[in-house]
């Protein structure tokens, strides 16, 4: 019962967190969007505030009908609360037509004459070398509290113009999405090797405690790798990437060495250990600096795909990585416990790494800080996982004292992370759905 409780909660973080970072654009693959804006001032101005968004303009990718050379064209209906047709004038304000990379592309001020039944239309000149213009038909809502705004845009290569915008800042969020990821790693990584460090400093080879702990350093490493491998670095960064796994690489080859050096007492292994383990600080450093580089080259792309539907994207797929992670750990340990060798020493340090990494993964996410309107659900998340740990504690308790109380105490305890969980699953689905996800 109680094993079957915990894949159980398994599938259900699985499930719950099956999401991938959003396609560039928020129409389809055959469209991207133009932005609509009112702003004070002429569109010769930097206008100072945020600015009133009117709406989006979609732009379709052009097919092949009529005249070869008919320009793109696109439209789009927004809302400009709170400003009636008539007080649009008196703003001395601007309307302006912007690509998803912030590039203006067409802008024009309101003014004119009205007609008759009521309606402003606005000329939109290019800006720059857009080779876009348009026109805005404003017209009064029907409280007459506010304004309907239609906007036309069209010119060569208009399709190209906004979907090449789009993939820009796409590839921007991407890039961010994985740096943020890596800091995550390389975060994780220096600390878990600064307890092992401490570990080895004051070794206690036979205690199972210490036992116990090295292997909770060793499967963080493990993990660790399997996390940097199932990602896909951006352009520009393969090489540091590339130098992180062979960091990790070294790392893991360096502690399967000290631990049969141990084991074994075989000295030749604990010196090939040693010498692992400084390739891994070497590499690590490359690492560092390669990726330095290429943050460099690309503009400092974190500062570039700012904003919190990025930081939410980025912390969802970050949740994704994390309950792959548990999944995998979660089926070694069923498979483990299906097949039990108590008193056996491999069996005791493969569950012992099981539980090491159980208690790396809820270290990770109590390190994270969720963006807006997802703490709650986070801070249930963070429960259910240590609800899990303290379960995995009193399991090893019960199996190594033999202590039914303990087992009995640890099946309580993974029913408990199954209800925190089933909370945080509820509290996610209300957070995704708020910020559009």
Same mark, same amino acid.
């Given at each position: 019962? @109680? #094993? @079957?409780s915990?894949?159980?909660?398994?599938?259900?973080?699985?499930?719950?967190?099956?999401? &991938?970072?959003?396609?560039?654009?928020? $129409?389809?693959?055959?469209?991207a969007?133009?932005?609509?804006? #009112?702003?004070?001032?002429? /569109?010769?101005?930097?206008?100072?505030?945020?600015?009133?968004?009117?709406?989006?303009?979609?732009?379709?990718?052009?097919?092949?009908?009529?005249?070869?050379?008919?320009?793109?064209?696109?439209?789009?209906?927004?809302? %400009?609360i709170?400003?009636?047709?008539?007080?649009?004038?008196?703003?001395?304000?601007?309307?302006?037509?912007?690509?998803?990379?912030?590039?203006?592309l067409? /802008?024009?001020?309101?003014?004119?004459?009205?007609?008759?039944?009521?309606?402003?239309?606005v000329?939109?000149?290019?800006? &720059?070398?857009?080779?876009?213009?348009?026109?805005?038909?404003?017209?009064?809502?029907?409280?007459?509290?506010?304004?309907?705004?239609?906007?036309?845009?069209?010119?060569?290569?208009?399709?190209?113009?906004?979907?090449?915008?789009?993939?820009? #800042?796409?590839?921007?969020?991407?890039?961010?999405?994985? +740096?943020?990821?890596?800091?995550?790693?390389?975060?994780? +990584?220096?600390?878990?090797?600064?307890?092992?460090?401490? @570990?080895?400093t004051?070794?206690?080879?036979g =205690?199972?405690?210490?036992?116990?702990?090295?292997?909770?350093?060793?499967?963080?490493?493990?993990?660790?790798?399997?996390e940097?491998?199932?990602?896909?670095?951006?352009?520009?960064?393969?090489?540091?990437h590339?130098?992180l +796994?062979?960091?990790? =690489?070294?790392?893991?080859?360096?502690?399967?060495?000290?631990?049969?050096?141990?084991?074994?007492?075989?000295?030749?292994?604990?010196? !090939?250990?040693?010498?692992?383990l400084?390739?891994?600080?070497?590499?690590?450093? !490359?690492?560092?600096?390669?990726?330095?580089?290429?943050?460099?080259?690309?503009?400092?792309?974190?500062?570039?795909?700012?904003?919190?539907? =990025?930081?939410?994207?980025?912390?969802?797929?970050a949740?994704?990585? %994390?309950?792959?992670?548990?999944?995998g750990?979660?089926?070694?340990?069923?498979?483990?416990?299906?097949?039990?060798?108590?008193?056996?020493?491999?069996?005791?340090?493969?569950?012992?790494?099981?539980?090491?990494?159980?208690?790396?993964?809820?270290?990770?996410?109590? &390190?994270?800080?969720?963006?807006?309107?997802?703490?709650?659900?986070? $801070?249930?998340?963070?429960?259910?996982?240590?609800?899990?740990?303290?379960?995995?504690?009193?399991?090893?308790?019960?199996?190594?004292?033999?202590?039914?109380?303990?087992?009995?105490?640890?099946?309580? +305890?993974?029913?408990?992370?199954?209800?925190?969980?089933?909370?945080?699953e509820?509290?996610f689905? !209300?957070?995704?759905?708020?910020?559009?996800?």
């Amino acid at each position: 019962m @109680r #094993l @079957r409780s915990v894949v159980t909660t398994v599938a259900a973080l699985s499930a719950l967190f099956a999401v &991938g970072m959003p396609t560039v654009s928020a $129409q389809s693959a055959a469209s991207a969007d133009l932005s609509v804006y #009112l702003l004070s001032g002429s /569109c010769d101005e930097n206008a100072a505030e945020e600015p009133i968004v009117i709406g989006t303009i979609p732009v379709l990718e052009p097919q092949a009908v009529g005249l070869p050379g008919a320009d793109d064209a696109a439209v789009g209906t927004g809302t %400009i609360i709170g400003f009636s047709v008539s007080d649009l004038p008196d703003l001395g304000a601007h309307i302006e037509v912007v690509a998803a990379d912030g590039e203006s592309l067409a /802008c024009g001020e309101i003014g004119g004459s009205f007609r008759a039944s009521g309606e402003l239309l606005v000329g939109l000149a290019e800006q &720059g070398d857009s080779n876009i213009t348009g026109v805005a038909f404003l017209a009064p809502s029907k409280d007459g509290a506010s304004t309907d705004a239609t906007v036309f845009v069209s010119g060569e290569d208009l399709w190209l113009i906004a979907s090449e915008a789009e993939a820009a #800042l796409g590839a921007a969020a991407m890039d961010s999405s994985y +740096l943020t990821s890596v800091a995550a790693i390389t975060d994780r +990584l220096g600390g878990s090797v600064e307890t092992f460090n401490g @570990r080895i400093t004051y070794a206690k080879v036979g =205690d199972p405690d210490w036992t116990r702990s090295v292997a909770t350093e060793f499967a963080t490493w493990g993990s660790l790798k399997q996390e940097l491998a199932a990602m896909t670095p951006p352009a520009g960064y393969e090489d540091a990437h590339q130098a992180l +796994l062979d960091a990790l =690489d070294a790392y893991n080859e360096g502690a399967t060495a000290l631990a049969q050096g141990i084991d074994n007492s075989d000295q030749q292994a604990l010196a !090939e250990a040693d010498a692992l383990l400084a390739e891994g600080d070497d590499l690590l450093a !490359e690492a560092q600096a390669l990726f330095d580089e290429a943050a460099a080259l690309a503009g400092d792309v974190t500062s570039a795909a700012s904003g919190a539907s =990025d930081d939410a994207a980025a912390y969802v797929a970050a949740i994704a990585a %994390i309950t792959e992670k548990v999944s995998g750990s979660m089926d070694t340990f069923d498979a483990l416990v299906a097949a039990p060798r108590v008193g056996e020493g491999k069996w005791t340090k493969a569950v012992a790494a099981e539980f090491g990494a159980w208690d790396a993964i809820a270290a990770e996410v109590t &390190g994270m800080t969720p963006p807006a309107g997802f703490e709650d659900a986070h $801070q249930a998340l963070a429960d259910a996982l240590s609800a899990y740990g303290e379960a995995a504690d009193a399991f090893a308790t019960g199996i190594d004292n033999n202590d039914q109380a303990s087992l009995d105490n640890a099946a309580a +305890l993974f029913s408990e992370g199954d209800d925190l969980l089933a909370e945080a699953e509820a509290l996610f689905e !209300e957070a995704k759905a708020a910020a559009g996800l």
